[in-house]
């Protein structure tokens, strides 16, 4: 490997509002001296130049295996929606290269451990799938602080959110996500990131139960108007206590809110903590605000700079922040043959928790979800 990791990325438009890769991977890879863009790779051979480009990239392909297979590529990385990741992993994982897929991994748990053995058929030893909350800024000041004693003992957790992706109106480029076959639904995608964040700070949950649900049988797309049918959920509601035995719950609502921002509180026995968005983004790349208190009242409680990825200035967007911790992260598991915790056997543990949550809605139980879960 040369000294700069050399990246082919699957998914990049140079409209930002058609492609994550353009607005979260593009300036994380931009901003970090480990790493270059060498390649973009989309649909056909003529938007794959149009990328390489308008982004500075040398290479440009249409073919997600043959970037693979280049020399001049270190890493691939697959940016595209849900239901595209299969065939594009297995694509990649010709080159037998590390490979950093977004989330999900698989559209199910049992896609995705098809992969992940895969990857290890391929001899591909490092892998990593798109679970950025950890690395948000306030989150790891949030979890120092309840690791420092902060809060005490940690009585209750609540998560609250309104994401508009998954309401009633929805954008014409994500009208796929009201047909709950592409897997690309609030609990798989949004509550699942979320989720993750959640997790990065507070726990694990030991047992949880879940109400998971659709709200309207419609969707409106813009700006064509068009109306089509869903049945995916736009509603997950869970309740249970955490691996610490603190009581949390979690409510994921789809649809913009007139009552603000989103936001994470955390109770403890000497103090707590709330935790808020400025906007209505997902929690794991929202521009969050932090208050805390162990008197009577809350104070805002400014981040340290030593949280900072650079200068203030540098990945003002969230997003792309979370998006550049996971790439260093990345970088010294290559750099010293480790591992990074969201690989591919997280992914599938990840998914399975979700498919969990599902059953005890179903069901209408109380489930365990990681009891027959491996950790390793």
């Known amino acids: 490997m040369t000294s700069k990791i050399r990246v082919g990325l699957v998914g990049a438009n140079p409209d930002p509002a058609l492609s994550w890769g353009t607005r979260a991977h593009v300036p994380a ?6 790493f270059e863009l060498q390649a973009v790779c989309t649909s056909s051979e003529q938007s794959a130049r149009t990328a390489a480009a308008h982004f500075g990239a040398p290479l440009a392909f249409s073919d997600a295996a043959a970037m693979a297979q280049h020399p001049d590529v270190d890493l691939v990385v697959i940016a595209v929606k849900a239901p595209l990741h299969r065939e594009l992993v297995t694509a990649a994982l010709t080159g037998r290269k590390p490979v950093y ?13 098809v992969l992940l053995d895969a990857t290890r058929q391929a001899g591909v030893t490092t892998s990593m799938v798109g679970l950025q909350g950890a690395h948000n800024k306030t989150l790891r000041y949030a979890k120092d602080l309840i690791d420092d004693g902060f809060i005490g ?34 609990l798989t995608i949004a509550a699942a990131q979320a989720l993750f964040a959640m997790r990065s700070v507070v726990g694990e949950f030991a047992t949880v139960s879940g109400v998971v649900g659709p709200q309207y049988d ?4 813009v700006p064509s108007g068009r109306l089509v049918p869903n049945d995916a959920p736009n509603q997950v509601v869970l309740a249970g206590v955490l691996d610490n035995g603190a009581h949390a719950s979690a409510h994921l609502s789809g649809g913009a809110s007139r009552l603000g921002g989103n936001c994470l509180t ?25 208050w805390g208190g162990r008197g009577e009242a809350l104070e805002p409680m400014p981040i340290p700079d030593r949280y900072l990825m650079g ?62 879960v491996s950790k390793d």
């Open 311 to 372: 200068s203030p200035s540098d990945l003002s967007l969230e997003m792309a922040a979370g998006v550049a911790g996971m790439y260093q992260q990345l970088a010294e598991a290559l750099r010293s043959g480790g591992g990074v915790e969201t690989d591919f056997a997280f992914a599938v543990r990840w998914q399975r928790f979700l498919e969990e949550v599902n059953r005890s809605s179903d069901l209408g139980v109380r489930v365990e979800p990681f009891a027959d």
């Open 218 to 221: 419609t969707v409106r797309l």
């Open 153 to 186: 003992r940690m009585t209750s957790a609540s998560l609250a959110m309104h994401l508009d992706g998954h309401g009633p109106v929805v954008p014409d480029q994500y009208g796929y996500v009201a047909d709950a076959s592409n897997h690309a639904t609030l």
């Open 29 to 34: 890879i931009a901003h970090l001296d480990e």
């Open 101 to 113: 897929c977004e989330w999900p991994l698989g559209v199910t748990s049992d896609e995705s451990q």
């Open 266 to 290: 955390i109770c403890g026995t000497e103090g707590d903590l709330l935790i808020r968005s400025r906007g209505g983004a997902n929690l794991h790349r929202a521009d969050l605000a932090l």
